[in-house]
């Protein structure tokens, strides 16, 4: 399974900007699908946004407009730069990666964001 490490948490006030990072262990050239998902305490685990290998790209419709994903084949690094955080942003955001053959589908430790009002 590819192993996957996010980074850039933290503690941010409403209106704040922060970037995630998720660094694979291998090249993510050849991962269909990687994608960013947060959980709230008490709520599912909900996607946020994803990207595929040819760089389309999804949002959930509370953060269109705020939050961006992206790609690194060069750096093995997915991204995520999330603008005008709002308090209901916040979560532990998790890192996946997803991929057909050969078959994987592995996720990261997790990220604490936590935006104040």
């Known amino acids: 399974q590819v192993q996957l490490v996010e980074s850039g948490g933290g503690l941010v006030q409403s209106g704040g900007s922060l970037r995630l990072s998720c660094a694979a262990s291998?090249?993510?050239?050849?991962?269909?699908?990687m994608g960013w998902y947060r959980q709230a305490p008490g709520k599912r685990r909900e996607l946020v946004a994803s990207i595929t290998s040819g760089g389309s790209t999804n949002y959930a419709d509370s953060v269109k407009g705020r939050f961006t994903i992206s790609r690194d084949n060069t750096k093995h690094t997915v991204y995520l730069q999330m603008n005008s955080l709002k308090p209901e942003d916040t979560a532990v955001y998790y890192c996946n990666a997803y991929r057909i053959f050969p078959p994987n589908d592995s996720w990261g430790q997790g990220t604490q964001v936590t935006v104040s009002s």
């Open positions: 291998e090249s993510i050239f050849s991962i269909n699908r």
